[in-house]
Each structure stands twice: as C-alpha cells, then as structure tokens.
C-alpha cells in the first residue's frame, strides 16, 4: 500500500513511517501543509494519514481539496485536539477515521486496515489468515469455515490481532484498545490476559496457536 | 443607604423640632408674662397718679381693685383665680397688689389682668411656629431624599452589575460614570479590577489548554517511538517490562490531559448540543461496557427511567465516571449497585470506612489514600456536570457502602 503521512513533527512522522514499512507499505511523508498539498495533489496513494495542525495550513484544507476532486483515497486524521467538534468537522468532510495524540501505532495501523478494507477492496469486509477468517460486517469469526463464538471484546481483540500480525502488543496497549479512555481500570485486574487466554483457548480448540507470548507480558500473532 | 439617612434626617428633624418648640414656648411665654407685667405695673402707677392729685381714681372689679388699709403690706405679684362675672366663671388672672401712702392716707391697690389672652396668643405662636417648621422639614425631607437618589444612582447601578459580575461571562460591566469624584474613582477601580481578573482568569484557562494541547504531540512521539522499540530486535525480558511501564505512565498523562481538557470545557461551556437524554439508558449502555472490565458484579436496578436535559456525551462521561469511580474503589470485591429511581440515580460500592474528608471529593487530584492510582479528576469532573446543569450531588457511607446520588431536576 502506499501511504501518504503529513505531520509536521518529523519524529512522529519518521515513527508512524516505520512502523508501517515494516508491513510492506510504501510510506511517503510531507512535513508542512504545502507539501503535503501537493504530494496529495500529485500522486495517488492508497491512504493519507493527515494531521489537522499543520505548520502552514489546515490538514482539513487538503481533505477538502481531495473530496472536491473525487479522488479515491482513505484520509485518516490526527489531531491533538480531543474535541468532538473536530473530529465531527474531520468526519464529516469526508475523512474515514479519526485518531487523537497521542495513539499506538498499533491503534493507528488496526485502523488503518480498516479504512483500507472498506475502500480499496471494494466492500470487502473479510481479513483472512490462515484458516481463520473475519467479516468485519457481520462482525463474526470463522475458523476452518466454522462460526466462532466470540464475546464482543473477544472479538475486537482477534481482529486487532490480526491487523497486527507480527508485531508486540503490550497488554496496556490491548488494554487502551478494548476499553479506551476507561483501561486504566484494567489496571488493577489482570482482566487483559483472561480475555486473550480464553480467546486462544478458542483458537487453539481449532488448531490455530497464533498468539504468542512475547516478552513474558506481552503478545504477538504470529505464523509458527 | 438611603433610608438610612432619611430616618436620621426624620429623628433629627423630630428632636430639633420637639427642643425648639420648647424653647419658643417658655421664651414667647416669658415675653407675654413680662409684657404683662409691664402693663400691670403702669396701670398701678397710673392709678397712683390719680390718687395723689385726688382725683377720684375708678374701681373696676376685679380688673382694679382700691382699699385704704391701716397696715402697708409688702409689694406681691402672683397668679391667683377668681370670679369674673362677666365671664361667669373662674379665671386666671395676673394680679398686682401694692401698698402705698398717699396723702397720709394707706392704699391696697391690686391691678389684675387675664392671662388667658396670652395664653391664645402663645398658643398661636407656638402653632403656627410648629407648622412652618413641619412644612419645611418635610419639603426638605422629600428634597434630600430626592437628591440622594440621583447622586447615590450611579453608585447602586454599580453595584448591580457587579453583583452579577461573572469571570466566565463574555459580556462586559455595563457601568455609569458619575460627577462626583469618588464615584467615578470607584468605578474606574473597579473597571481596571475587573478587567484584570477576568484577564487573569482567562490566561490561565488559555494556559491549561494550552499545556493540554501542547503536551499530546511530545507524548505521542514517545509512545510512538517506544512501540517501534519494543517491535524492533534485540530487546530483553527487562528493557521491554521498562518500556510497557513507561507506556502506562504515558497513558496516566494522557488521562489526565484528557480529564484537564474536559474540565476546562465544562467550565467554559462549550457543550451546548443539550437534548433530552434518558439517563438510564446511557447508565445501561456504560454498564454494559464496564461488565467485562469489572471484577464485581453489577447489580443494574431501573425503578424509574431518568429524563435529564443535557448534552449527550457528558451523561455518558457522567456515567461513566460514577461507575468506574466504584469499580476503582469496591473493596473486598462485592457488588456494586447502580438504582434508578425517582429522578434519582445512585452508584454504590463495598468500602471499609467512610471517606475522611467528604468536602474535598469533588477537588481536582484529591485523593483519600496514596496508593490510587486514579488521576483524581473523575469525580471533579461530575461535580462540574451537575453544577452545570443543576443536578445535585451527594454522597453519604451507609451500611458499610459508599453511596453517591445525583437527583435530576
């Protein structure tokens, strides 16, 4: 895929754009609103990862700007303002998602499939691995064909796993994605591993061992 | 203020007239009993005149009175009453009685005068004295008063605006310059005190949202940078348990900009999309997200359904934060109550002992024992919430439970 990241701050920008080249994306970043204005305006990309302050202009004025010319792309905004008025500003003019700084790149990369699986594709709705497969529109999982039977967090919990294939989610990152601002509750219990424990007691009924202890607390989703 | 000064300008005035009456009364008095005097005294010598010429001097009982007496007495003047046939009746009189040796001859000659007439005139004096001093002091009453209202107006203008005077309020005092010095001083004290409290106020609401906003670019470049640390190679067990707790105590800052950003809105009122919410749906919703991450269970008791007049996303962060206040503080793992009924909602969780200093609950970073690990905004900010919409907010420990209420109007 090919990803446009316009962020002012290069040390944000320079992160996001390794996290994702590590999946294989093609990461191309713009630094200031001109830039990213005319890399936007040039090239096609699959998604735009645009933040809303940018040093010289509104990352919203370059969403416009796409919408307006029909172009066939995800937008997926950061901005550091937790303000439900912008992020309904952001939406509204056309932007797939929106995300707050600070976020995981986990968070950030789990959308970003997201985004990408219900426009590029086509509708799309399915991540598949292996034998397992996940339509993300009916919400339900099926492995070797067979339905699952997920609770809801279960559920979230599988798709953010595979959306992260590979890479070491941390349990206050899997915490921060299930329950967002009220994880800090989990804090205390160690609700985190019951649900990833029961999830590959599910998985692995079925043969599929792809959650990995990573790093003692940690885990990982991964092929053997 | 000014009913002040009128009752002592009435008091004063009722002594003044009251003394002065009095004085009037004895000096008009003294006059007449003088005058009188005089005149007895004149006729007394008028008579003896008469009497030395041998002139036949006239009798007029009681009026004048002449006897020869063998005995000279001693001068007298004194009131007495006697009849007045004229009158018919008993009245006052003045009388003079002199003794005198005219032409060998001893006289008694008593001249006497009515005092009545005096007494009218007296009377009238002090009267019409009383009258004319009541006019002027009403007509002056009226006048001052009068005169005070419009000097003093400015003033109680003044003080109305700023009685309703209002960090938060956009609108500007909407004060009345006076002529007098101290008034206009007053309210150009007042001006300049205002303005600088507001702009005070404002700076620091500038500077907390700044800080807020300013803070999350660093802390996602960190959280971000330690996401691609701990997926990088050759991490040990040690270096990535180091890392996972920074990444906590990042999310702990998080929070707590988050909740400071919050507050901050609440306070400026920037959520204006109210609608009719129903409390208890909402409170539904929360504790069905909250039933997985809660280790006690949830006891959901709806009697009523709550209507609130409100903005939608702070009746959720309004649930949601009475609820995850109890799944924080449920000692020994008991159940927590949540009830509905009658316009009121109550969250109650296990707890050992009451709270020690309930006033400061609702304090920004107030926190009962040390080793919580919350931010201590979460239930300043539902204070804040129901001040703005009037709810009212109370906590009491019954039976070992810690019980928060909050009553919709």
Redesign the interface.
């Known amino acids: 895929m090919k990803i446009l990241i316009a962020e002012d701050?290069t040390?944000?920008q320079q992160?996001?754009a390794?996290?994702l080249e590590?999946d294989g994306n093609v990461c191309e970043t713009a630094s200031d609103y001109t830039e990213a204005a005319y890399k936007a305006d040039l090239y096609d990309y699959d998604l735009i990862i645009l933040d809303v302050n940018l040093v010289s202009g509104s990352g919203l004025d370059v969403l416009k700007t796409l919408k307006k010319e029909n172009r066939e792309v995800g937008v997926i905004i950061i901005s550091?303002?937790?303000?439900?008025d912008d992020k309904l500003d952001g939406l509204d003019l056309g932007a797939d998602d929106y995300i707050?700084?600070?976020?995981?790149?986990?968070e950030l990369n789990s959308r970003i499939k997201a985004v990408l699986r219900r426009g590029k594709y086509g509708g799309d709705d399915t991540i598949d691995f292996n034998e397992i497969k996940v339509d993300t529109k009916s919400r339900s999982a099926y492995i070797n064909g067979k339905a699952m039977s997920l609770?809801?967090?279960e559920y979230d919990l599988l798709v953010f796993f595979m959306t992260n294939r590979g890479?070491?989610l941390?349990?206050?990152?899997i915490a921060?994605h299930l329950?967002g601002?009220?994880?800090?509750?989990?804090?205390?219990?160690d609700?985190i591993y019951v649900?990833v424990n029961n999830l590959r007691k599910k998985m692995t009924g079925e043969g599929a061992k792809y959650i990995k202890t990573?790093?003692?607390?940690?885990y990982k989703f991964i092929e053997d | 203020m000014i009913r002040k000064t009128s009752q002592t300008f009435i008091w004063i005035s009722f002594v003044l007239m009251v003394v002065s009456t009095i004085a009037l009364y004895f000096y008009v008095s003294n006059l007449l009993r003088d005058e009188v005097e005089e005149e007895l005294f004149s006729t007394e010598a008028r008579i003896e005149t008469a009497l030395k010429s041998n002139r036949s001097p006239y009798e007029l009982p009681p009026v004048v009175e002449i006897m020869t007496v063998t005995e000279l007495g001693i001068e007298k003047l004194k009131d007495t009453i006697i009849y007045d046939p004229s009158q018919d009746e008993m009245e006052e009189f003045r009388e003079l009685t002199t003794f005198e040796t005219i032409n060998g001859k001893n006289y008694r000659i008593t001249v006497r005068t009515l005092i009545v007439e005096s007494d009218t005139i007296l009377m009238a004096v002090v009267l019409s004295y009383l009258i004319i001093i009541l006019l002027v002091f009403t007509f002056l009453f009226y006048f001052s008063k009068a005169r005070n209202e419009r000097i003093w107006q400015p003033f109680f203008t003044n003080l109305e605006q700023m009685k309703e005077f209002s960090m938060t309020s956009t609108e500007p005092l909407r004060l009345i310059d006076s002529e007098i010095l101290e008034f206009h001083e007053l309210k150009r004290e007042i001006e300049a005190l205002t303005t600088k409290v507001k702009s005070d106020y404002l700076n620091l609401k500038q500077f907390t949202e700044n800080v807020s906003h300013e803070l999350q670019t660093p802390l996602a470049i960190i959280q971000a940078k330690i996401e691609n640390i701990i997926n990088g190679d050759n991490l040990n067990d040690f270096q990535y348990e180091h890392l996972t707790s920074i990444q906590k105590d990042i999310q702990r800052l998080t929070q707590m900009n988050k909740r400071l950003t919050l507050l901050t809105k609440i306070e400026n009122k920037q959520f204006v999309n109210i609608q009719k919410v129903s409390l208890a749906e909402i409170m539904n919703g929360t504790i069905q997200n909250f039933h997985e991450i809660s280790a006690a269970e949830i006891k959901w008791d709806l009697k009523n359904e709550i209507w609130a007049k409100m903005d939608p996303y702070l009746a959720e962060v309004l649930c949601t934060n009475l609820v995850s206040n109890a799944i924080k503080h449920n000692t020994n793992e008991g159940d927590i109550e949540v009830t509905a009924r009658d316009k009121v909602l109550s969250i109650s969780n296990f707890g050992t002992k009451s709270i020690a200093n309930p006033e400061n609950l609702y304090t920004r970073f107030y926190r009962e024992s040390e080793a919580e690990k919350s931010t201590g905004l979460g239930l300043a900010i539902v204070k804040r919430i129901c001040d703005l919409y009037g709810f009212l907010i109370g906590y009491e420990f019954t039976e070992g439970r810690h019980v928060f209420s909050v009553r919709v109007n």
């Open positions: 701050e040390a944000l992160s996001i390794t996290y590590r550091a303002n937790n303000s439900l707050t700084k600070p976020f995981h790149l986990a609770t809801r967090k890479r070491v941390s349990k206050e990152i921060e329950w601002d009220n994880s800090d509750l989990a804090d205390n219990f609700f649900h990573a790093y003692g607390s940690g």
